[in-house]
C-alpha cells in the first residue's frame, strides 16, 4: 500500500504549515507513523514543526499503481 497524505504542522511560536507526501505504508500506518512527530521543514534554517493533524488524499495499490475508493481517515 502507498498512501498520500497531508500533514498539518505547527511549531513552538504558534506558526502553522502543511505539505503533502506519499509513504509507502497502509492508511492507518501512516497516520500513526506521523502524528506527533517533530520534522524539519526548513529550506535554509531549521524550522522544527510538530505533526498535530494527518489527512488522507489518496491510497494506491502499489502493486497496480490504481487508487483505491474509500473514505479517508480524517
Excluded: F
Excluded at 32 to 56: F, P, Q, S, W
Amino acid at each position: 500500500m502507498r498512501t498520500k497524505v497531508k500533514l498539518y504542522l505547527k511549531g513552538e511560536g504558534g506558526d502553522t504549515d502543511s505539505i503533502t507526501t506519499w509513504i509507502n505504508l497502509p492508511e492507518q500506518e501512516a497516520h500513526d507513523h506521523y502524528i506527533g512527530k517533530r520534522l524539519n521543514i526548513g529550506t535554509v534554517a531549521d524550522r522544527m514543526m510538530k505533526c498535530h493533524k494527518v489527512e488522507t488524499l489518496n491510497v494506491q495499490d502499489k502493486k497496480t499503481k490504481g487508487a483505491i475508493n474509500k473514505a479517508p481517515i480524517i
